[in-house]
Every structure is written in structure tokens, then in C-alpha cells.
């Protein structure tokens, strides 16, 4: 690590000192920032300085090396880092995020970093809320709001928000397209959570469409037409083509076979979602390289 010198430019002048450093040091907590400026680390044209200094057009900034690998709630800088790397697009109002597996959106016991807390963590994103949500093993497109405008906007609109994913499914599809409308509804099973197709419950449809077939599994892409919590994964069991890697609702004997072939998760894959906010938006995300190798071990068995 080396100090830093920056030369403030004419868009930077005004601003606080404490505030500046927050903004170009990521991930760095405020409590540090402090300590290095009041204990005259940082030098503004070779002075010392306050935290409450503003800015001016050419100041000369030192800045020491920083030795911290973890942020004040813990995160490590290192998947601070990562995350900051799959914004797949920063609007002034939302952001969209290519969710990494194995990492859930909120905090809970046992967890050691979520998407929220982590980004939260950067003072620019302190914040943000999610727009929707995707189970922790499950990766790909995920809409975040930075303000109420944005939050209350797409609360009214999410039945417009148009989801697709990508899926690899038990057996063979009979048909090209397949479109399942079926109700869903919350049920206690053994003192367990899960969600039942019953009447009442909440309309829910989705059409699973044929990407490619395997000797015993079928790649499909799956377009929402609602989003109920688990809707994928109940309405492919429901119609006897579980979703693969699925320790819920999926097969047990199928699970433990794609092991051997690198699935160790749910192959649910949140590859692709549009909008209209502004203007109308699409994102993307690509198949993620655990899934892909999956893929490729398959096919290599065959």
C-alpha cells in the first residue's frame, strides 16, 4: 500500500474533508476516517487539517495507507469489493445488482454478510432497500431502491415488472411450453414452512419454456407472470419436473446425482429483468460460472 495524493478539482471544491474521504474510501468506516485526519495522517498542501475543512479548486490531498480489511459492521473490504463489482447499473433513483449465490438479501442468524448490510455499508447506498427479493441460493437480477420515490414506484408497479429465468428441470418436457396457473398458499408441514398449491390461495402463473433437453433433465427459461414466494420451484413440482438441486421441493435421488456433477445449490438463475421507470430498461445476467460448469460436466457424461 502507498500514500495517495489527489489534486481537488474545481467539481470537488466545497465539499467536507470527512465526507470526500467517505466517498474515496469504500468500505472504510467513519470512525477511522476521523482518527487518520485528527491525527494528522491526511495533509491538505502538507498542513494538517480538520474534518470539517471544505474543499478548494487545486488543493493538494495526502492520503496514508489505509490497514483495515474490515468496514465497522465486520464486511470485508475484499467482498465489499465483489459486490461493488456486480452493479450491473447505478441510476440516481435504483440500481440493478447480479445477485451472487449463496449470499441472502437480508441479515439473519448465522449469516455472516447479506446484500443489504453490505451495501448499506457505503455511505452513498446507507439507503437502500430491495425492490424484491431472491432466496439466498438463488442468483442473478436484483432491483434495489436508493429513496422512497424509487421504492414506492416500483411497489405500484411489480406486477409489471416483466422476470425471466433460467432453470434446469428433472425429466424431459412434454411439450415446448408449458404454462402453469395455479394458486399458492403458505402451509405448516411437519412444523416447517412451505408453499402448497391449494385453493384459496394467490393466483400465481408461469410459463417454462424448452431450451435444451439432456437424457434426464430439461434447461428451460421461466417467464413470471406473478412472483409468489417459491413459484418456480412449487409449480415445477407440481407438475412432476422438480427443479434440480431444490432440497425443498426437488427430488432427493436426482440432488444427490448432480452432486457428483458440481450442483451444490438450486439451479434457479435470475437471468433477465425489464422495466419502465424513466424509460424502459432490460438487464441481463449471465449464467454464473458454477451453474455453466454444471452444464458442462452434463454434458460431458452423456
Avoid: W
Avoid at 447506498?125 to 436484483?142: A, M, W
Amino acid at each position: 500500500m502507498v500514500v495517495k495524493y489527489i489534486h481537488i478539482s474545481e467539481d470537488e471544491t466545497g465539499q467536507r474533508l470527512d465526507n470526500f474521504l467517505l466517498k474515496k474510501l469504500k468500505g472504510v468506516p467513519r470512525s477511522l476516517i476521523y482518527k487518520i485526519i485528527r491525527g494528522g495522517q491526511v495533509r491538505i498542501n502538507k498542513g494538517r487539517s480538520k474534518v470539517s475543512y471544505k474543499l478548494s479548486k487545486n488543493d493538494i490531498l495526502r492520503i496514508p495507507p489505509i490497514t483495515t480489511t474490515e468496514n465497522s459492521m465486520g464486511i470485508s473490504r475484499k467482498f465489499l469489493d465483489n459486490l461493488e463489482k456486480n452493479i450491473i447499473y447505478d441510476h440516481k433513483d435504483f440500481m440493478v445488482i447480479d445477485k451472487p449465490p449463496k449470499i441472502a438479501v437480508h441479515s439473519g442468524t448465522g449469516l455472516k454478510n447479506d446484500i443489504i448490510s453490505s451495501i448499506k455499508s457505503i455511505d452513498k447506498y446507507k439507503n437502500i432497500t430491495p425492490v424484491h427479493r431472491l432466496d439466498k441460493n438463488t442468483s442473478g437480477c436484483l432491483i434495489l431502491a436508493k429513496n422512497y420515490k424509487a421504492a414506492s414506484f416500483f411497489g405500484s408497479i411489480m406486477k409489471k415488472i416483466q422476470k425471466t429465468y433460467k432453470v434446469l428441470l428433472k425429466g424431459k418436457l412434454p411439450e415446448d411450453n408449458i404454462i402453469v396457473e395455479q394458486p399458492l398458499i403458505n402451509s405448516r408441514q411437519g412444523g416447517k414452512r412451505k408453499i402448497v398449491v391449494s385453493n384459496p390461495g394467490k393466483i400465481s402463473k408461469s410459463t417454462f419454456i424448452k431450451i435444451h433437453e439432456f437424457n434426464y433433465l430439461t434447461l428451460v427459461n421461466v417467464v413470471l407472470d406473478t412472483g409468489r414466494t417459491h413459484q418456480i420451484r412449487v409449480h415445477a413440482a407440481n407438475i412432476e419436473h422438480p427443479v434440480c438441486g431444490d432440497r425443498i421441493y426437488g427430488d432427493e435421488d436426482v440432488n444427490k446425482e448432480l452432486l457428483t456433477f458440481g450442483l451444490d445449490r438450486i439451479f434457479l438463475h435470475a437471468e433477465k429483468i425489464s422495466f419502465v421507470y424513466d424509460k424502459k430498461y432490460i438487464f441481463e445476467s449471465k449464467l454464473p460460472n458454477d451453474l455453466s460448469n454444471v452444464l458442462d460436466n452434463i454434458r460431458d457424461g452423456q
